[in-house]
């Protein structure tokens, strides 16, 4: 009886056991929640006040499904709410996947004490990496890269994501703009992704795993291949193969600039990791995403936005910073970057001013009408002419033409999408250019100049009012100053399309006294040359030749009749035979010049027997008084009369 009394006591047991086992199994496990995000209670929906409900109220401006975070890390989205997080902030996470080994290189210690000799500039860009530092941690651990990599941009750029070096490399990471086309970083008049935070770094981390692959993952020599180059890097290792010397990083014949890159990235790693004990203070960084991204679907003023968020337009820049107008475009870059404490606010403010009926972008296309300058377009907008010009990436000291297309707000707008098909500003402007001349050389002449600069012989002399030839040491204009209308088009090609030759500067104004003539002094011509204002046809672009305007005909050449002498010899009647003089021998022409014979008297007068020599004395003095012939009557003079030979006698008469 005892027996069975105890088999069923067993059974009893038995069967208690097996019911608190299906009970268990029956009861639902606890939920995992991730503070900071909401889980819905049925697959596929959202709880009311959810980031789904939150982007329904602007759905006309944002997609709804791209209101997104930076996704957690996997031990944070694994730990429970009771549980506290593995790192007490972002240096911790940091320092956990460090991966590189040392680097026995002085350089290392010499740049830790550099940065720790001036500890303030030091805190104030670590500071201003916290914005960005969490994304990029993220980033590197989701490709399983070394931490140490998220310090890179403090040795780049200093973490600032508008830094411009001398070799053009622009944002956190510096791509040069060759290597940020090769990794799809749109570079245009709109947007500059190289300094987007987000694409930027997806790109660089993408280029250095590959670098790391091509160098035998070998992270030094991928390094100095960021810096320097792969191709150079490789040069350098076959050089010091062909040698039969090490082709580690160290040992590699490099610049100065790589020489210093990596070990300032190392010495940055170790003021991370040994902080407390150099009694350096870090900035304190949660570990946690600083900012959420919107996409948007429709354009809208950057000064706009940055007041939905509660921001100043310099805060919403350090988040933007691709941005190069003052109006988001959706269709070139349509994703804007804000605190994720300052999302809510944004939706809620945008959401309002859409049920006002107010336009998200003011700036608009707009065309300079004939008689219309750009300070008053600017001054109608409420903008100086400063402003617009900058806003449009225009120079300031730029004479604009009616005819250019800008951007510029508006009070009015009828079509939010026009400025969607504005790719970038058609700018009419009148460019001066100086004149071009020449110095003469040896063995130089007007033809030769003319042959060198494509001019024509009569625009030359025309332009510098020759009429002989060009001589050693002459500076001749050889491109007189111009009026040039240019016009950069949407791509920013340039090309002159009118050329209109500058007015020549006025002759001084002639006194009274100038205009005496000299007995001895030509008189100089007063007609001067003066250059066509008629617009010419111009080349494409290049420098400008001005055979384009070789048909300007050189000044007329006026011959003003030579001076003659009023004054006569004095007639008289020959003196007797015994008293006349002997007649002085006639020269021989020597080297083209011959003095000419004194003038017989005249026929048919009455000799005066009264004419002594004191008379001809006199008369010679008198002679001597008329101007001298000029160089050409001379020259004249010599071609016509024949020279006699040296030993033929002079005739007498």
């Known amino acids: 009886m005892r027996r069975w009394i105890w088999i069923l006591f067993v059974f009893a047991q038995l069967a208690n056991a097996q019911g608190t086992a299906d009970q268990l199994t029956e009861t639902p496990p606890p939920q995992i929640v991730t503070p900071g995000v909401e889980r819905s209670s049925e697959p596929g929906t959202a709880e009311p006040g959810g980031k789904e409900a939150v982007a329904r109220d602007a759905e006309n401006f944002l997609d709804p499904k791209t209101i997104t975070q930076p996704a957690p890390s996997t031990a944070t989205a694994s730990a429970t709410p009771t549980t506290p997080a593995p790192y007490r902030d972002l240096w911790d996470r940091i320092r956990a996947g460090y991966r590189l080994p040392d680097l026995n290189s002085p350089l290392v210690a010499n740049y830790e004490r550099l940065y720790l000799s001036r500890p303030d500039g030091l805190k104030r860009m670590f500071e201003r990496g916290g914005r960005y530092l969490f994304f990029i941690v993220e980033e590197i651990e989701r490709r399983g890269l070394p931490s140490e990599l998220a310090l890179l941009p403090f040795v780049e750029s200093a973490m600032n994501p508008v830094a411009l070096s001398s070799a053009k490399a622009a944002g956190l990471w510096q791509f040069i703009p060759s290597t940020g086309r090769n990794y799809d970083l749109s570079q245009n008049w709109w947007v500059d992704q190289r300094r987007d935070v987000l694409q930027s770094t997806n790109a660089a981390l993408g280029y250095l795993t590959r670098i790391y692959e091509m160098q035998g993952n070998d992270w030094f020599l991928a390094l100095a291949s960021y810096n320097w180059g792969e191709g150079a890097v490789q040069r350098a290792m076959r050089k010091n193969a062909t040698r039969g010397r090490p082709t580690d990083y160290l040992s590699l014949d490099m610049p100065n600039e790589t020489r210093h890159y990596v070990p300032k990235l190392m010495a940055l790693r170790n003021i991370v990791a040994r902080a407390q004990a150099t009694g350096f203070e870090l900035p304190g960084i949660p570990n946690e995403p600083y900012f959420a991204t919107l996409e948007k679907l429709r354009p809208i003023d950057l000064s706009l936005a940055a007041r939905f968020a509660g921001m100043t337009v310099e805060e919403f820049l350090a988040l933007n910073p691709a941005h190069n107008r003052p109006v988001i475009t959706a269709s070139r870059n349509n994703v804007i970057i804000l605190p994720t404490e300052r999302v809510q606010r944004f939706l809620e403010a945008m959401d309002q001013h859409a049920s006002a009926r107010k336009p998200l972008a003011s700036w608009q296309p707009l065309t300079i009408r004939p008689g219309e300058t750009i300070d008053a377009v600017a001054h109608r907008s409420g903008l100086s002419g400063g402003e617009l010009r900058r806003a449009n990436g225009l120079n300031t000291q730029a004479r604009l033409l009616p005819g250019t297309r800008i951007l510029a707000p508006q009070k009015e707008v009828q079509d939010e999408t026009l ?16 004149a071009q001349r020449h110095l003469v050389g040896r063995q130089e002449n007007m033809q030769s100049i ?143 010049r011959s003095v000419q014979a004194p003038t017989p008297p005249a026929k048919g007068r009455p000799a005066k027997a009264e004419n002594s020599r004191e008379q001809r004395r006199t008369g010679q003095r008198e002679s001597s008084k008329a101007p001298a012939p000029t160089k050409a009557a001379e020259q004249k003079g010599a071609r016509k009369s024949t020279p006699a030979p040296r030993d033929r006698p002079t005739r007498q008469r």
Not at 419 to 434: C, H, S
């Open 419 to 434: 400025v969607e098909q504005f790719i970038a500003p058609r700018v009419y402007e009148l460019v001066d250019t100086p």
């Open 450 to 592: 003319a042959n060198r600069y494509g001019i024509t012989i009569a625009a030359l002399r025309a332009w510098n009012g020759l009429r002989d030839t060009a001589r050693r040491g002459m500076r001749l204009i050889v491109r007189p100053a111009q009026s040039q209308t240019v016009v950069t088009t949407e791509n920013g090609d340039r090309q002159v399309i009118k050329v209109a030759l500058a007015e020549p500067d006025p002759p001084p104004p002639v006194t009274q006294s100038s205009t005496k003539p000299s007995p001895t002094t030509p008189i100089a011509p007063s007609v001067s040359a003066k250059a066509p204002t008629n617009p010419v046809a111009a080349p494409a672009m290049g420098p400008l030749r001005t055979a384009a305007v070789s048909s300007t005909a050189a000044p007329v050449r006026q011959e003003l009749p030579r001076t003659q002498s009023t004054q006569t010899r004095p007639q008289s009647a020959p003196p007797p035979k015994s008293e006349r003089a002997p007649e002085p021998k006639r020269e021989s022409s020597v080297k083209g």
